[in-house]
T-cell receptor
Framework: GAVVSQHPSWVICKSGTSVKIECRSL??????MFWYRQFPKQSLMLMAT?????????EQGVEKDKFLINHASLTLSTLTVTSAHPEDSSFYIC????????????FGEGSWLTVV | DAKTTQPTSMDCAEGRAANLPCNHS???????VYWYRQIHSQGPQYIIH???NNETNEMASLIITEDRKSSTLILPHATLRDTAVYYC????????????FGKGTKLSVKP
């Protein structure tokens, strides 16, 4: 079964609003989670590394004030897309290392965001 | 940038073995070779990984050359549901490292 779960699976929001995506580790603690974005017909692009209890580390070119990441507990990281615009429409995916599986990285199901 | 090179696409007949190659000539001594696949509109699914020895699990086999500069993922009996984009990724097994995705290989399994 899934070890990393995301919610919602898909969301539609109006331009200018904010939307939050949750990433949960199931039955294990994740001090670090990773957020990716994937546009149609493209590969996954790492956006940021989410660290429990501290600030996220963002990849070059990713606006930290637009993509707010909060990792307040060992089982939950959230990505908030603020003031969303149509160009933010994408597939957002999180992942985490699973200690019981030799630190293998497992991915969530992904969350489709459509900004209209 | 991704440290691996994979063919853009491959076809395989249903029931036959699918052999997906990957070049990683700049791999470091402490880096593993990971394989994931992504079926359309889903998150990547872990398949297998290895350091230098060949590995096998219920999904696939991973053959790594002795110099570790290339590897092959083998799906022994491909089914239509194995149609997906397959990503070969190198990375360390540390607790903080992330995975950098290349473009992968689009495998089409045909009846």
């Amino acid at each position: 079964g899934a070890v990393v779960s995301q919610h919602p699976s898909w969301v539609i929001c109006k331009s200018g609003t904010s939307v939050k995506i949750e990433c949960r580790s199931l039955d294990f603690q994740a001090t670090t989670m990773f957020w990716y974005r994937q546009f149609p017909k493209q590969s996954l692009m790492l956006m940021a590394t989410s660290n429990e209890g501290s600030k996220a580390t963002y990849e070059q070119g990713v606006e930290k004030d637009k993509f707010l990441i909060n990792h307040a507990s060992l089982t939950l990281s959230t990505l908030t897309v603020t003031s969303a615009h149509p160009e933010d429409s994408s597939f957002y995916i999180c992942s985490a290392r699973v200690p019981s599986s030799g630190n293998t990285i497992y991915f969530g199901e992904g969350s489709w965001l459509t900004v209209v | 940038d991704a440290k691996t090179t994979q063919p853009t696409s491959m076809d395989c007949a249903e029931g036959r073995a699918a052999n997906l190659p990957c070049n990683h000539s700049t791999i470091s001594g402490n880096e593993y070779v990971y394989w994931y696949r992504q079926i359309h509109s889903q998150g990547p699914q872990y398949i297998i990984h290895g350091l230098k020895n060949n590995e096998t699990n219920e999904m696939a086999s991973l053959i790594i050359t002795e110099d570790r500069k290339s590897s092959t993922l083998i799906l022994p009996h491909a089914t239509l549901r194995d149609t997906a984009v397959y990503y070969c990724i190198v990375g360390d097994g540390g607790s903080q490292g992330n995975l950098i995705f290349g473009k992968g290989t689009k495998l089409s399994v045909k009846p």
